[in-house]
């Protein structure tokens, strides 16, 4: 039977723990870092990188490179103001209005919840290297002002 982790979904970082002997134990990904940054990206040749990996090709690759996406978990395009588009990767509105996250690399568009995904996919694999078991559930924390639209998109993206 697999392991139950608690996952903290952030909008710069991510981590994941598990309980042991009573107590939390964060657990180091595959770089060796307790944290992982949320960021997701597409390298030149279309591979999905995850992570301190995606981050370092921010500057080279901006269009193909998607962090701070929790900001438009489970919002509405409408609901966005100027600052909050500020970002070197296109955001686009679907045809009911909800938030897309254009890839040119890909030519395709994410939702926020199918970027976030990507990033909680690497937490529970690296937890599951970790544990020597497959990772079957996760509690993942949301802010306390996250509206219900954003804690179900959260658990979609679960």
Partial sequence: ?????GIDLGTT?????VMEGGKPVVIANAEGMRTTPSVVGFSKEGERVVGQMARRQTVLNPQNTFFAVK???????????ADSKRVPYTIRKDEVGNIKVACPRLNKDFAPEEISAMVLKKLADDASRY???PVTGAVITVP???????RQATRDAG
Avoid: C, P, T
């Avoid at 970082?13 to 723990?17: L, M």
């Avoid at 306390?144 to 954003?150: G, H, P, R, T, V």
């Fill in 1 to 5: 039977m697999g392991k139950v982790v």
């Fill in 13 to 17: 970082n991510s981590v994941v723990a």
């Fill in 71 to 81: 900001r438009f978990i489970g919002r509405k395009y409408g609901e966005l103001n």
């Fill in 131 to 133: 544990l020597g078991e």
């Fill in 144 to 150: 306390a002002y996250f509206n219900d639209s954003q």
